[in-house]
């Protein structure tokens, strides 16, 4: 009998936030134009009932109980990773079993840095994809690193391979710590708590545009 051919399966996590799905749509149709099984996780409130498809990308849901009721952005990211961590172990092992092909990878959005250990758990590669420019995750970097600190006290501020930032060049979340931004400002900062632990790193970036950006120093860091 001939043996069966194994085909790569990826699955791509994006973080359910503005500005965060379409860039990993684009690199999922990347992967599949390469001849990759790639399956689109994405979090709703309801399931598809039949399965879907963006092309050849294959998409999946999981409930994020996004209607739990909570007010509170720092409440509302605590849920999301208790309610999603659990359920993306089974869901790996069910793609698998479904496609014929076990998955490989997982790809997520550097926003979930705890998919990392989900994917060592489950003896897959793990790869961090940041959706932002580089530009914003050396803003973001310096400030997990202790380099920036905030709350900002004098402008402009200098962020190595970047021009002086004055104070409406920096991300909102740096600048205006309202109640609200504090929550989301943690989140941002916490892409690098083990973004040298992937196997991969990807950038939805252009080197030629950023390429005095420190990227590549960070990563050759790892």
Known sequence: MEKQERICHVVV????????????????????????????VIFSSQTLSTPASLGSVKVVTISDSSDTGSSSIGDLLKQFQATVAPKLPQLVVELGISSGHPVSCLVYDSFMPWVLEIARQLGLIGASFFTQSCAVNSVYYQIHEGQLKIPLEKFPVSVPGLPPLDVDELPSF????????????????????????????????????EEEVPLKKLHKEK
Not at 15 to 40: C, D, E, W
Not at 182 to 202: A, E, H, K, M, Y
């Open 174 to 209: 740096v600048h205006d710590m309202e109640s609200e931004y504090s929550s989301i400002l943690t989140l941002v900062v916490n892409q690098f708590l083990n973004f040298r632990g992937p196997d991969w790193v990807f950038v939805n970036s252009f080197n030629s545009l």
């Open 13 to 40: 996590i994006p973080y359910p936030a503005q500005g965060h799905i379409n860039p990993m749509i684009q690199f999922s149709k990347r992967l599949a134009s390469k001849g990759l099984q790639v399956t689109l």
